[in-house]
């Protein structure tokens, strides 16, 4: 017959937090989320690791998500001041009444800002958690914000691609920016969804052209090379903007990666895996570009901010091609500084005499359905 273990109390000493390094757990909590608001659990983390308040564990990071928790129920932290993008409810606008209906469009009218503009911004995150934390400034500057969640599905490629075109044959230079962690998959993710956008740009070129190419005595315009990649689309010089009030120029960066410089682009401009395209619109008549740079992370911000990192999974497939580097995630910058970096980055593409005209025009609109609300209510004897 078998023994059955006899499980009797641990031997093990687990230390216990005092009351004193839970206060000062806790302020450093307060500190950071006031600062930093509105800012991710992982991001309070980060801050808290930073100021030496916490260890940079999965048991730290437990106990800072025990503490704000109970700090958020305690009133001492508002709930509005920490975000969690990985979770949303969808609900249609409705109504009570037509009045109420012409009142809440004359608060929140606002006339497109890139109608006019000769540039369109696109913002991707590789992760939806950061999403919170940086839709106050692509809601302000009124650019889409889109969440990748690591690899790109085909479908979500061939959407950006299409939308990508669409501005294009709008007379548009589209810029593309993502943020995502700095480690193999994430740097490997940003590869696959820029390829995979691009590859939506022209038509694909198949076996069967080239056959005909060969044909008709033409092959050396569509050579075998050239087969299964998108024609009419081509790298081109990369768009270099790099021109921050901080001193930024052409790579010699001094903003301590507040503008999401880094050191690895051709064009001296220091964005990460800054690369341009050019391709052809339906009409065939004029080729436009379209730009791709990572923002955040880059070894510029992990070397100028002294980012937290964390050990590389050496199991990752793509480690090898990653490096020796430890990783780092996009929530360790701090948030008021990637929403620094994400408004610079919009705010170089737009021409300031051209947002006054559409803002003029944004506040005489405006009046005009304040005139029609008071219209209406003059109509009803009110």
């Known amino acids: 017959m078998t023994a059955v273990p006899v499980y009797g109390p641990s031997t093990v000493r687990r230390s216990r937090s005092t009351s004193a390094a839970l206060t000062a757990l806790d302020d450093s909590i307060i500190a950071a989320v006031e600062t930093e608001h509105p800012v991710t659990l992982r991001g309070v983390f980060y801050r808290v690791v930073s100021a030496g308040d916490v260890a940079k564990t999965e048991l730290g990071y437990r106990q800072v998500g025990r503490e704000l928790l109970k700090l958020r129920r ?12 990985t979770r949303w409810v969808s609900k249609p606008d409705t109504y009570d009444s037509l009045d109420r209906m012409l009142q809440d469009a004359q608060a929140s009218y606002r006339r497109a800002l890139w109608r006019d503009q000769g540039a369109e911004v696109h913002i991707y995150s590789e992760k939806d958690a950061i999403s919170g934390v940086v839709l106050p400034v692509t809601e302000q500057w009124d650019v889409p914000l889109g969440i990748v969640r690591g690899y790109s599905s085909e479908s979500f490629a061939w959407s950006v691609a299409q939308s990508v075109i669409a501005a294009a044959e709008r007379g548009k230079r589209v810029h593309v920016y993502q943020l995502g962690d700095h480690d193999p998959s994430g740097v490997d993710a940003w590869r696959a969804f820029r390829e995979r956008v691009v590859s939506f740009l022209g038509p694909l070129c198949t076996p069967e052209m080239r056959r005909r190419a060969v044909d008709v005595g033409v092959g050396s315009c569509i050579t075998e090379a050239m087969v299964g990649q998108p024609l009419g689309v081509s790298e081109v010089e990369a768009d270099c903007w790099c021109d921050c009030e901080d001193g930024c120029q052409r790579g010699a960066c001094q903003c301590e990666g507040g503008c999401g410089c880094d050191d690895d682009c051709d064009c001296g401009c220091g964005l990460a895996g800054h690369v341009s395209y050019g391709f052809l ?11 791709f740079a990572r923002l955040a992370v880059t070894e510029r911000q992990i070397r100028d901010m002294s980012l937290p990192t964390r050990p590389t999974k050496r199991t990752d497939s793509r480690s090898a091609a990653f490096g020796d580097g430890e990783s780092v995630e996009v929530d360790a910058i701090p948030p008021t500084v990637l929403r620094r970096i994400v ?16 803002r003029t025009y944004e506040a005489a609109e405006r009046e005009a359905l304040t005139a029609m609300i008071g219209t209406r209510q003059q109509g009803d004897g009110r």
């Open 281 to 291: 619109t339906d009409d065939r008549r004029e080729s436009r570009r379209v730009s």
């Open 74 to 85: 305690a009133g001492a932290i508002p709930y509005d001041w920490i975000t969690d993008g």
């Open 343 to 358: 408004s610079s980055a919009i705010t170089r593409h737009i021409d300031q005499h051209q947002l006054d005209i559409t």
